[in-house]
């Protein structure tokens, strides 16, 4: 049960790293400098998923939270860059999409 909770910690981490990037993403497509208010938070969100990295790493290891970030990271960024950006996505990219899902379940140790 705690592999769970470290994953699902991992998982709101990562949603927050997610959101600095995209308040990060809209600062440079609008030419803000990087004292803006818009710039700043995604630099706080950054900060604040640190909490959520120290609480996941008690739960999991450290190849284990690093693997789930990258993987977390990459779906919701993916996601992100179609839906909210129009970008597209190849047959290449969903393929490895395919196996870094796969990676993560290969390194999840949950009983």
């Known amino acids: 049960m705690s592999g769970v909770i470290g994953y699902a910690l991992c998982f709101g981490a990562t949603v927050i790293v997610v959101a600095g990037d995209y308040a990060i993403k809209i600062a440079v497509e609008r030419g803000h400098t990087l004292s803006s208010p818009i710039f700043m938070t995604g630099c706080g969100l950054y900060a604040l998923s640190a909490i959520g990295w120290f609480m996941a790493m ?49 390194m999840a140790r949950v009983v």
């Open 58 to 106: 008690r739960h999991i290891s450290l190849a284990q939270t690093g693997v789930a970030f990258s993987v977390f990271s990459l779906l919701a960024l993916a996601g992100l860059g179609v839906v909210a950006f129009g970008e597209r996505l190849e047959m290449r990219e969903v393929f490895g999409i395919v196996l870094a899902v796969c990676s993560m379940l290969l």
